[in-house]
Every structure is written in C-alpha cells, then in structure tokens.
C-alpha cells in the first residue's frame, strides 16, 4: 500500500500534476508552473527565493531518479520538474516583471532544447535524477545570463 501511494506521489510530482503526459511540447508546458513558483517564492525575498531553488533542485534529483525507475528510462519525457528547477535557476536575481518572466520562459527553452555545451554533454553523460534536473539547471544558467545581457544592455542597472 505504502509502495503505490509512494509512486502516485512521484509521479505527480515529476510530472507537474500531469501536465507531463501532454502529446505535445509536455516540457514547455510544465516550464509553466515555473512561472507560478518563481512569482510565489518572489513575494518572500531573495533569501527565501534562493533557499526555495536549493530545496526545489534537490526534492527534483530523487524525484526524478524515482521517476526515471517508474517510467522506464532516463529522463522521459513525462518528467517536467526538472523543467520547473531550470526555470527557477533562469529567474534568479532576476526582476519578476512580465517582460523578464516571458523572455526568461523563452531562453530557458530555447537552451534546454538546442543544449549546447555542457548542457548536451551532460544530458547524454550524468545519470539518474540527478542528470535529468542537471542539464536543466546549465540551461537555466544559459538563460539566467542571456537575462542579465539583456538588463544591462539597457541600462537598468
């Protein structure tokens, strides 16, 4: 009983409440709740935004490594947390205004799709959870930097 109640919880969570079993783009779909998650760990501070990814990555890499055993294979497309975790990391120390969550959406996916070097290397080398959310997390730092080109680049800063 414990066991089936166990694998309910992981693979909702893996895959975003569902939305991972999408026929279409279920990895841009479930980088949506990232949207809802980056805002909500907004309204409590950097500090607590930081301390939210850290906890979020890691909940995501056993998660995931449970995940990848109930689906039957590595990093299915079923799985989107790490998606979630990847948005999150291109959102940090990002302002949460509409315009830098919409561009930060799109680098996000354009890196975690194309994953140039090292995020393809690590997609296709590292194991486990902990490779399915840690070629997200590279593509989010992609993005998080393509951002920071972007605020400077304009002057804001």
Known sequence: MWQKTKNIFIK???TGLGVG?????PGTIGT???IGICLLLNLWGISIYVLGV??????A???SDDADVLFGGHDSSKIVIDEIVGYLVAMLFIPPEIEYLIIGFVAFRFFDIIKPYPVGMIDKKVGGG????LDDIAAGIYANITLWVI????GII
């Open 54 to 59: 850290v906890i979020f990555a890691i909940v």
């Open 151 to 154: 605020i400077v680049a304009r």
């Open 21 to 25: 079993y999408f026929p279409i783009m």
């Open 61 to 63: 890499v056993k998660i």
């Open 32 to 34: 949506l709740w990232g």
């Open 12 to 14: 909702a969570a893996a």
């Open 130 to 133: 902990l490779g399915v959310v």
